[in-house]
Structure formats: structure tokens, C-alpha cells
């Protein structure tokens, strides 16, 4: 079992930047891909980006490319999302998500799941 806690989310105005972060336990974390999703009131969870198990390579959704950055620290067993220049359509509760190998968009390869935490961007 991984177990996955996201922070960092709130209120902010358009333009702005904010960092999540998400904690995980159990399972030796450096062992798997994370994937960050979001999900808006009444739409489908959204694939945001994804890292590979080591952090050399990355995926991210084209809603985001330039503006949001992953990263992650095994040694702190924490994956971390920049966002800057938000917009408010990002607004959303965003995920962060744990896959043994797969850090793409379909959200039913992943195996493990936080709770989310909200972000708002206003206008």
C-alpha cells in the first residue's frame, strides 16, 4: 500500500502561482511513477502531468505545458507541481496519483490515489 497526501492547494488570483506537494508513505516510493490529476465541479478527472519513477522524464497535458512544472524527491519521498501564471480554469480539486511504471493519462492504470486538495484561481 502507498498511502499519498496532497497540500499546498487555496485561493488565488489569476496570474498567480502556487506549489503542491504530496507526501507518500508505505511502499518505497521511489519505486513508482506519480501522476498529478485534476478534476472541475461535473467533469471527468483530468490527466495533468506525469513523471517517471526517477524523474528523467515527464508527460504533461497540453492545457498546462509551460506553465506547471513536476518534480520529485525520492530522498523526501514527495512529488511536488509548480503552477504558475494560473488561470481559472484550473481551478479544480487536484490529485496526485502513485503507478508502478505508468505515468500517462488514463486514470485506471494508476493504483493509488490521495485525497485531493482544492485550488481556486479567481478572475
Known amino acids: 500500500q502507498v498511502q499519498l497526501v496532497e497540500s499546498g492547494g487555496g485561493l488565488v488570483q489569476a496570474g498567480g502561482s502556487l506549489r503542491l506537494s504530496c507526501a507518500a508513505s508505505?511502499?518505497?516510493?521511489?519505486?513508482?511513477?506519480m501522476g498529478w490529476f485534476r478534476q472541475a465541479p461535473g467533469k471527468a478527472r483530468e490527466f495533468v502531468v506525469g513523471?517517471?519513477?526517477?524523474?528523467?522524464?515527464?508527460t504533461y497535458a497540453d492545457s498546462v505545458k509551460g506553465r506547471f512544472t513536476i518534480s520529485r524527491d525520492n530522498a523526501k519521498n514527495t512529488v511536488y507541481l509548480q503552477m504558475n501564471s494560473l488561470k481559472p480554469e484550473d481551478t479544480a480539486v487536484y490529485y496526485c496519483?502513485?503507478?508502478?511504471?505508468?505515468?500517462?493519462?488514463?486514470?485506471?492504470?494508476?493504483?493509488?490515489w490521495g485525497q485531493g486538495t482544492q485550488v481556486t484561481v479567481s478572475s
Open positions: 513523471i517517471s519513477w526517477s524523474g528523467g522524464s515527464t
Open positions: 496519483a502513485a503507478g508502478s511504471t505508468y505515468y500517462g493519462d488514463n486514470v485506471s492504470k494508476y493504483d493509488y
Open positions: 508505505g511502499r518505497t516510493f521511489r519505486n513508482y511513477a
